[in-house]
């Protein structure tokens, strides 16, 4: 490494320094600026210096915005008003007088230097490097460095407290993974393909990324990218002048690049893609809701354990209820909701009522709380921790324990509770001594009860979705008269509610009991985006089963598309339809608390309000995934021409399934075409068209694919037409680890991320290329009626070998 690295220290010589002095008002600059070595403070106060937390960091020297890529005493700040740092009589580098922290060097140094890498190096007296920062990483990963088995990146504690957190990079034989705690693994990148890792296809950008991987198997493995603008500037791409990899305190894996344009830094990829992928994120019993303001926030009766970390950004400390009376027999029950959990011990399974199941948990301290499952009237008591926190999409209900109130004043009101259990016993007696005469009154009573407390339950699942009785729908629908369509998923009939608020009312046709309706009801309903239809409310009253959305006045995308669409729609409306619709398929796939797979993206489920925003509709054939489970095997369903090829195959399928039926769906939105439309007119067309579309793409004629009907509404943008059909071949290719997450794609859509030439799709170009049929979309869907209300039309079939 000495040798290496000699002939580069020698030529910036004049850049070390043998007396090194850094104090808050001084620094040391690498040879080009790029970095500098110096004090930071998270919290300074020229009015209170006193108090000030100084640390000795590596941050950019030439950015507007300061940067941290590197702290030393992260576990120990100054708290000196005049800090100080310099090389010790014992030749290492100390932060502190007397010093809080010490470089590991084991031979003495008698100079430091500060590459462009953002690397500190200390020298002995003859030129060899005897410690350097890049091997005692922090939060951040730069080009250059080589990660190792040995030495984790650590995250910050909080985004203003540098300290260790509890999330960490750590190398693993041939792969990275995020870690809570460096016990618990909560993100793999996939094992090394000889180019990439397979978890992470955003790191193939070769003006990005030039891998160095030392034996990657083995366990002396080590990691490096390099960054190579020489490589951007063939392709004739602007290359980003500076990049990083950080672990952020919310224990996602951050790759940022630096754009002189908007003078910030710009997110490239993320891992987990959603902060509630992160395991621990909201500490114990916190729940993570990603679209509140605050991601992690306490349940009913709890608090944050530790409040001014919880108000800095530090969740990891949890919730409590703040009481360690260990009196807890007379602790009560806080029905939290719907909720999912990971549970850090083995909990209890009971076949008991909810009553029993409670009473067990009173008995045991450490029993926090129970799981109820409305739907099979069974419970679950659980001990340990509680992690990660997040609304259910099934039937269980958690219920947490709290203190009972008032029980530090129950030996005053002895007497009250004497008073209610002879009431109570006085008319149970009373009950009993009628029971004979009253019998068929009090089953019919029963009943009553049963069903008014299953629709309350139902009603407070969720606070924004209402419960209509069958009478109100029937009045707002005029009994049902005004149908705006019918497919395999039933009719949709046109409505106003009692405050003239125009709706579409849904009344599915497919079979199913109950639980299946009130799961779908909770999948639609916990979900919320502007490019979602919005679930208004339900009526689940005898048999009756019927959904209520916001009235799409324009109907679906589907209406607007092919020779019968009048008048054409214009290219800026349809670009805001793209990436409008990739929104809302990534906040499913990476917003939500767990992974939702629509499964039937097409024209006819992307409905346009008034404005021509797109929402993604109808959730019926919604695949529920936990943000453990990568693949999920299930029944072929969907729509014929739009269903990924793994799926046709048998395969498990993933959220990519999701990103082909977009990719044909950008397609027809590119070339105003319907796919089965097309088949009809032209014999056995349809067969090439998006492997023709996709060919013409790859050879730079996107002119050829567009609608030329765009021409009367003022032609198109050529750039943005070429990086749409791009994405869309991205997004169609036969292979789902080359598929780009929706996520990217939003970000290529955009263009805040490049949209590379894409390879042609194998599959597509093996059915031109045999004269086989595709299936034709539409043909299978049996829908004949445009829906415009909510869902589109809906196939479900078995796949027969």
């Known amino acids: 490494m000495a040798s290496i690295l000699l002939p580069l220290l020698l030529l910036l010589s004049a ?150 957190g509890p999330f960490s990079l750590r190398l693993l034989p041939g792969e990275f993974e995020l870690a809570f705690e460096g016990k618990v693994a909560y993100w793999s990148s996939g094992k090394w393909t000889g180019d990439r890792f397979a978890g992470v296809p955003e790191m193939t950008v070769p003006y990005i990324y030039e891998f160095r991987f030392e034996d990657p198997f083995g366990p002396g493995a080590s990691f490096s990218y390099s960054v190579a603008p020489e490589l951007a500037e063939e392709a004739g791409i602007e290359s980003p002048a500076l990049s990083r990899i950080v672990v952020e305190s919310s224990g996602q894996l951050m790759q940022y690049t630096w754009s002189p344009q908007a003078a910030s830094w710009r997110a490239y990829w993320s891992r987990p893609e959603s902060g509630c992928g992160v395991y621990g994120r909201c500490g114990r019993l916190g729940i993570c809701a990603p679209e509140a303001d605050r991601t992690c926030h306490c349940p ?42 990971d549970i850090a011990a083995d909990g209890t399974v009971l076949g008991a009522s909810r009553g029993s199941c409670e009473e067990i948990c009173r008995r045991n301290c450490s029993c926090f709380g129970l799981i109820y499952d409305s739907g099979t009237r069974l419970c679950r008591n659980l001990y340990g921790d509680a992690y990660n926190l997040r609304n259910g999409m099934d039937l269980q209900i958690l219920l947490l324990r709290v203190p009972a109130i008032g029980v530090a004043e129950k030996p005053k009101h002895k007497w009250k509770k004497k008073a209610i259990v002879i009431g109570a016993i006085s008319g149970f007696l ?53 149908k705006l369509g019918h497919g395999s998923f039933g009719a949709v009939f046109r409505g106003e509610l009692a405050d003239s608020t125009p709706v579409a009312v849904k009344r599915p046709e497919r079979a199913g009991g109950d639980r299946e309706f009130l799961a779908e009801v909770r999948t639609i309903g916990s979900v919320h985006h502007v490019n979602l239809v919005r679930l208004r409310g339900f009526c689940c009253e005898g048999q009756h089963r019927l959904l209520v959305y916001d009235l799409m006045p324009l109907g679906s995308l589907s209406a607007h598309l092919g020779s019968g669409a009048e008048p054409p729609l214009p290219w800026s409306v349809r670009l805001r339809i793209a990436i409008g619709t990739a929104r809302a398929v990534a906040y499913l796939h990476e917003g939500c608390r767990d992974c939702i797979i629509h499964c039937d993206i097409k024209p006819e489920n992307i409905l346009l309000d008034k404005d021509f925003t797109p929402k993604v509709s109808d959730f019926g054939m919604a695949k529920l995934i936990g943000r453990e489970i990568s693949r999920v095997v299930t029944t072929m369903r969907g729509t014929w021409g739009y ?138 869907s049996g829908g004949d009626e445009s829906d415009s209300a909510g869902s589109g039309r809906i196939v479900e079939a078995k796949s027969e070998g």
């Open 430 to 482: 009373a009950i009993l001594s009628l029971a004979s005469i009253l019998a068929f009154i009090s089953r019919r009573r029963i009943q009553t009860r049963r069903e008014l407390k299953k629709s309350e339950e139902d009603a407070a699942a969720f606070s924004n979705v209402m419960v209509f009785s069958y009478k109100e729908l029937c009045a707002a629908t005029q009994g049902f008269s005004d």
């Open 15 to 164: 850049t070390s320094t043998s007396c090194l002095l850094i104090t808050p008002n001084s620094s040391l600059l690498s040879p080009n600026r790029t970095f500098a070595l110096g004090f930071f403070s998270p919290n300074h106060n020229n009015n209170n210096a006193s108090h000030t937390h100084w640390y000795l960091s590596i941050y950019y020297a030439s950015l507007p915005i300061r940067t941290l890529v590197w702290v030393a005493n992260r576990d120990s700040p100054l708290l000196s008003s005049s800090p100080t740092a310099s090389i010790s009589k014992s030749g290492r580098l100390a932060a502190g007088d007397p010093p809080v922290w010490l470089s590991g060097n084991t031979l003495p140094a008698s100079s430091a230097i500060l590459l462009d890498s953002g690397n500190l190096l200390l020298l002995s007296p003859s030129g060899d490097v005897v410690w350097e920062s890049f091997r005692s990483p922090s939060d951040t990963w730069l080009p250059g460095m080589a990660v190792d088995r040995r030495r984790p990146i650590v995250s910050w504690r909080s985004p203003f407290d540098p300290s260790p």
């Open 643 to 780: 269903v990924a090829p793994e799926w046709i195959s048998g395969t498990a399928i993933t959220p990519k399934a999701d990103v082909y039926s977009y990719g044909m769906t950008l397609l027809e939105i590119l070339a105003g075409k319907r796919n089965a439309e097309t088949a009809a007119a032209e014999k056995d067309t349809w067969v090439c068209f998006p492997a023709w579309a996709a060919q013409k793409i790859i050879e730079g004629d996107v002119a050829a694919v567009v609608d030329s009907s765009m021409e009367e509404t003022g032609g198109y943008d050529p750039e943005e037409a070429t990086r749409v059909g791009r994405v869309a071949v991205w997004c169609i290719q036969e292979e789902e680890a080359a598929r780009p997450a929706m996520g990217t794609v939003v970000k290529m859509l955009e263009g805040t991320v490049a949209a590379a030439p894409p390879p042609p799709p194998r599959l597509l170009q093996a059915l031109m290329a045999s004269g086989e049929s595709f299936p034709r979309a539409g043909i299978v």
């Open 300 to 341: 009913r009766g709890f608090q944050p354990t530790d409040p001014s970390a919880w108000s800095s950004g530090d969740f990891s400390g949890g919730c409590s209820t703040g009481d360690e009376d260990d009196q807890c027999s007379d602790d009560r029950f806080e029905e939290i909701g719907t909720m999912d959990l």
